[in-house]
C-alpha cells in the first residue's frame, strides 16, 4: 500500500490575496491499491489567518460505489524545528470520551469504550509523558495509536475543536478544529530524516489525524465512509497555531 502522499498530484488551482491559497488535483484509478471505481480526490491548503491554516479534503466517486476516509498525517513537534526535544512534555487535551478499542493487528473491534480511568483520557489537559508507560505495549513499544470518538463541542463555522497541545518550552500551542467524527492521536516511535537532513528519534513527534473511523466498512455501528457517484465527500481540517505566554 502506497498510499496517496506518494503519488504526483497536479496543482488545479492557486489564489492569492488575503487567503492565499494552493488546490491539488489527483485521480485514482479503478483497482489502485484495491479500492473500487474511479475517484477524484481534492486537497486545498489555504493560510486562512493569523497562524492559521486550512485544509480542505474532498473526494468524488465517478463510476462505483467505494469507501473515502482522506487524512492529514502531519508530524509536530511544538519545541520547533531541530530542538532537541522530545514530546513527552508537551500537554495535550482531546475533547473526546470515548475510544475505539483494537485487536492486535491495531484494526477497531466495533466496540466503542469510555477513555475514563484508561491513560487514553485527556479530557484534561495532561503531559504525555505522564501517560504513555501506562499504556498497553504495541508491538513492542508503549505508545499511543488510538481512534479518539470526537464529542460535541464550540463550534467555528461548523466544526468542533477537538485537540489542542502546549509545548512548555517554547510556549507554542496548536489547536485543532475539524468536521470529521474520528480523530487518531499517534505518538511516533520511529526514526525520520526531517528538514535539513535532521534526525527525528523515538517519541520525538505526534500526529492528530482526523479522519472516519478505521474499520467502518465492516462496522455497521460506526459513521460509514461509503460514497456513491454523484455524492461529494467532504472533510475540513483547521490547525491553529499561537503563543501561550
Known amino acids: 500500500m502506497r498510499g496517496f502522499n506518494n503519488v504526483l498530484w497536479k496543482v488545479k488551482e492557486m489564489k492569492g490575496g488575503s487567503k492565499p491559497s494552493i488546490k491539488f488535483v489527483y485521480r485514482s484509478f479503478d483497482g489502485e491499491e484495491g479500492y473500487p471505481g474511479d475517484l477524484d480526490v481534492f486537497a486545498t491548503y489555504t493560510i486562512s489567518g493569523d497562524m492559521e491554516l486550512t485544509l480542505e ?64 483520557d485527556f479530557t484534561k489537559e495532561t503531559t504525555i509523558g505522564s501517560r504513555i508507560n501506562k499504556v498497553p505495549s504495541i508491538k513492542g513499544s508503549h505508545r499511543f495509536d ?46 525520520y530524516v526531517g528538514k535539513g537532513g535532521v534526525i527525528y528519534k523515538s517519541l520525538s513527534s505526534f500526529s492528530f489525524e482526523t479522519q472516519g473511523f478505521p474499520n467502518s466498512v465492516n462496522q455497521p455501528n460506526f459513521p460509514s465512509v461509503i460514497v456513491r457517484p454523484g455524492q461529494i465527500y467532504k472533510h475540513t481540517m483547521v490547525l491553529k497555531f499561537s503563543v501561550d505566554k
Do not use: C
Not at 475533547?95 to 466495533?110: I, K
Not at 485537540?163 to 475539524?178: G, M
Open 146 to 191: 488510538h481512534n479518539y470518538v470526537l464529542d460535541g463541542s464550540e463550534s467555528m463555522m461548523g466544526l468542533k475543536i477537538v485537540a489542542r497541545a502546549k509545548d512548555p518550552w517554547s510556549s507554542r500551542v496548536l489547536e485543532v478544529w475539524t468536521s470529521a467524527p474520528g480523530m487518531q492521536f499517534y505518538t511516533s516511535t520511529k526514526v
Open 57 to 120: 479534503m474532498e473526494a468524488i466517486p465517478r463510476n462505483k460505489v467505494t469507501p473515502v476516509s482522506l487524512i492529514n498525517h502531519a508530524y509536530w513537534n511544538l519545541a520547533g524545528q531541530d530542538s532537541g526535544r522530545d514530546i513527552l512534555n508537551h500537554s495535550v487535551k482531546i475533547w473526546a470520551s470515548h475510544y475505539l478499542p483494537t485487536d492486535d493487528t491495531l484494526v477497531p473491534t466495533g466496540q466503542i469504550l469510555p477513555v475514563e480511568g484508561t491513560p487514553l
